[in-house]
């Protein structure tokens, strides 16, 4: 199947706020960078709302102080419309799925739930993301523990059975489904239950919901599939060598081009992954996170600037879907060495971002 480039043409772009600056930098001056590099939306990170309205109170808001939240909710919609831009995504909500019934942890979960309506309701957003906290470095050393638990899938609390899974999630839906609101769901490369594309998308038509579909990244699916940061050369060891690690994944991506419609795919999110200079430790962290999740917390730049994953096999298998809404730069770019960098300028990197999707839609129309 072709892609023409100008089929391309209309596809549009959105950048995560967690993905530029840090939990200090304000947020005005990340939307001004962000809109000014060409972007049409964002994807507005909850830690930045967070920030925002500590700042706006002089003092710790907490996350679940939801009155508070969405009054400064509706001053950030406000924010984001004087900078020309849209608010595509509410991200992410984690920890929600799989607890087991009547549990304390099952109780917050639609608690947090329903205060997340309310705030998207606030912001003016009609999708929640539903997916595990990726925050780059600093936003993991400063946030991990004070507000982001373990998140969905990847919890070792949750019940791993896909049925249970959807069932919750039909009921996260149900409630959003009186707003017009909508459910992106997205695989974690490291998840215990649902690491893999094929893995939400079954999980997707288990749920049965129309307002239910996936959030698909370049990163979770070639990071899990076609790369290992614990290996010397950065890849997957398979039987049969690179050869057969390249077989099997091209097989992966054209079933995925072939088996999810075009309409329940919400929004493809955009980055590459620098190869660890030296492999990770097979072996959870202190914290509990697996290699993959360390991998993607900090070493996630704009493809095309020092990152190995075949980004555009990726993007052409989900263009081949008939997909053509929101492309979304989510990267968590620490630097080579993952050390994270000072930021200073913060227009410069969202123009890299611009001139990364730019190049990706022509390799992608090209290949």
């Not at 049969?240 to 994944?249: D, I, V």
Request: charged residues 25%; hydrophobic residues 35%; contains cysteine.
């Amino acid at each position: 199947m072709s892609l023409p480039i100008s089929s391309l043409g209309s596809i549009p772009t959105c950048y995560a706020t967690v993905s530029i600056g840090t939990p200090d930098t304000p947020l005005d001056q990340k939307l001004e960078a962000i809109a000014g590099a060409g972007f049409q939306g964002i994807e507005l990170g909850f830690p930045d709302l967070l920030s925002f309205a500590s700042k706006r109170q002089n003092e710790q808001v907490q996350p679940q102080d939801f009155d508070t939240l969405c009054d400064v909710g509706r001053e950030v919609m406000q924010l984001v419309e004087n900078n020309g831009l849209k608010i595509v995504m509410l991200q992410p909500f984690s920890n929600f799925e799989g607890w087991e019934g009547g549990s304390e942890g099952r109780e917050d979960a639609f608690r947090r739930a329903k205060g997340w309506i309310r705030i998207m309701q606030a912001v003016g957003t009609d999708m929640l993301q539903v997916g595990y906290p990726s925050v780059q470095i600093s936003y993991v050393k400063r946030l991990w523990l004070t507000f982001f638990k373990i998140g969905s899938t990847d919890s070792p609390h949750a019940l791993g059975s896909f049925d249970y899974l959807a069932s919750d999630l039909r009921q996260l839906a149900d409630l959003l489904a009186p707003h017009n609101f909508r459910l992106a769901y997205e695989n974690w490369c490291w998840a215990t239950h649902a690491p893999d594309w094929k893995d939400v998308w079954e999980i997707v038509r288990k749920v049965d919901r129309p307002n239910v579909g996936l959030c698909l990244d370049t990163f979770q699916t070639a990071g899990g599939e076609w790369a290992d940061p614990t290996t010397d050369p950065g890849l997957i060891e398979r039987e049969g060598g690179k050869e057969a690690l390249e077989s099997q994944f091209k097989t992966s991506l054209e079933i995925l081009a072939r088996t999810i419609p075009k309409e329940k795919i919400y929004i493809l999110q955009i980055s590459d992954a620098y190869k660890p200079r030296t492999p990770l430790d097979s072996n959870p962290d202190e914290s509990g996170l697996r290699p993959r999740g360390r991998w993607s917390s900090c070493l996630r730049p704009v493809p095309f600037d020092g990152g190995y994953l075949p980004v555009v096999g990726v993007t052409q298998a989900v263009l081949k879907t008939g997909f053509r809404s929101w492309f979304s730069m989510e990267v968590f770019d620490g630097g080579p060495d993952g050390s994270d960098q000072d930021w200073k300028d913060l227009k410069g990197y969202a123009k890299k971002a611009m001139a990364s999707h730019n190049r990706l839609l022509q390799e992608a129309a090209n290949s």
